[in-house]
């Protein structure tokens, strides 16, 4: 029983882990929260069961939480553009990318896929792709 209890737990992990790389603030939660609440959940009641009632459970939890920041982070740039942000491309060495606005080299090793900056001579937004 708790070899299967640890291939299960061991599989949503190593699920929660594979969709962590979601771009959006509510699949990461729903991702983090699924593997801990599976973690969680197998091993308060010692059984597959638990641990599948953890995992929804934390996931639903973790989806929430997520779309909670993802909502304070659209108050704070404002309404996405009618086509959405421009996309930046790439200029040269390994993160770095030319703004779609003026042509600004940054340095964009730090934001994550999709993540947005700022055009500092503009201040308009655009997406790292």
Request: glycine share 20%; with cysteine; proline share 9%.
């Amino acid at each position: 029983m708790n070899k299967k209890l640890f291939t299960i737990v061991c599989g949503v992990l190593l699920a929660a882990f594979g969709l962590d790389s979601c771009d959006t603030p509510t699949g990461q939660g729903a991702a983090a929260g699924a593997g801990a609440g599976a973690l969680i959940g197998g091993l308060a009641s010692g059984g597959p069961r638990g641990a599948l009632i953890g995992a929804a459970a934390g996931a639903a939890t973790g989806a929430l939480i997520g779309h909670a920041i993802q909502e304070d982070r659209a108050r704070e740039y404002g309404p996405p553009p009618s086509g959405g942000y421009p996309f930046a491309t790439r200029a040269g060495g390994p993160g770095m990318y030319r703004s779609p606005y003026t042509g600004r080299v940054y340095d964009l090793r730090g934001v994550p896929p999709g993540g947005l900056t700022r055009d500092v001579d503009t201040g308009q937004l655009f997406r790292r792709p």
